[in-house]
T-cell receptor, first 113, second 111 residues
Framework: EPEVTQTPSHQVTQMGQEVILRCVPISNHLYFYWYRQILGQKVEFLVSFYNNEISEKSEIFDDQFSVERPDGSNFTLKIRSTKLEDSAMYFC???????????FGPGTRLTVL | QQQVKQSPQSLIVQKGGIPIINCAYENTAFDYFPWYQQFPGKGPALLIAIRPDVSEKKEGRFTISFNKSAKQFSLHIMDSQPGDSATYFCAAKRDTDKLIFGTGTRLQVFP
């Protein structure tokens, strides 16, 4: 069964450093999402991406964040200058049609020291 | 209006019991209501989902009850097993929108 994959599984970085989180969505999916989950809290929407552009972004997704689909398979989330409060699990999700179920990857745990 | 309220925060049942998790929403434009199951260190996995044109949907031991007039929906787990111990999130979305998640319910099923 096809699945969303994410790398790395755990990323530790120093405050102020740039990080890139990588995702490989399910191959025939067209809509891509990033969500995050601070430890013990609910999953929060960050950004949606379709047709090589951002469809919607939340208040969390400020100028320090960017997304890119650099090739036909990868979908990346970049945090330009990490803050302590960026420490969270980051989940990538994808769906074939926008009204369909979103399938989540296993997540990347980001720890900012 | 964009919130989804979920209760209880945690739930402990004996094996074979029927835990019930409740969610409420305000935005009547929501038209898709999934439940996700999450094990520690893993991503949310879709369990079952419902659209507002039906009042109940059953898949295996999992049942969603949906009350459109009350703007509430709930998850029932029949004959619960220790392997069902996980965190359960309800969510809601409009047709072309992102998922709005509830705050999660940590379920523990004891043998």
């Amino acid at each position: 069964e096809p699945e969303v994959t994410q790398t790395p599984s755990h990323q530790v970085t120093q405050m102020g450093q740039e990080v890139i989180l990588r995702c490989v969505p399910i191959s025939n999916h067209l809509y891509f999402y990033w969500y995050r989950q601070i430890l013990g809290q609910k999953v929060e929407f960050l950004v949606s991406f379709y047709n090589n552009e951002i469809s919607e972004k939340s208040e969390i997704f400020d100028d320090q964040f960017s997304v890119e689909r650099p090739d036909g398979s990868n979908f990346t989330l970049k945090i330009r200058s990490t803050k302590l409060e960026d420490s969270a699990m980051y989940f990538c999700a994808s769906t074939r049609l926008v009204a369909d179920t979103q399938y989540f990857g296993p997540g990347t745990r980001l720890t900012v020291l | 209006q964009q919130q989804v309220k979920q209760s209880p925060q945690s739930l402990i049942v004996q094996k074979g019991g029927i835990p019930i998790i409740n969610c409420a929403y305000e935005n009547t434009a929501f038209d898709y209501f999934p439940w996700y199951q999450q094990f520690p260190g893993k991503g949310p996995a879709l369990l079952i989902a419902i659209r507002p044109d039906v009042s109940e949907k059953k898949e295996g031991r999992f049942t969603i009850s949906f009350n459109k007039s009350a703007k509430q929906f709930s998850l029932h787990i029949m004959d619960s097993q220790p392997g069902d111990s996980a965190t359960y999130f309800c969510a809601a979305k409009r047709d072309t929108d992102k998922l709005i998640f509830g705050t999660g319910t940590r379920l523990q099923v004891f043998p």
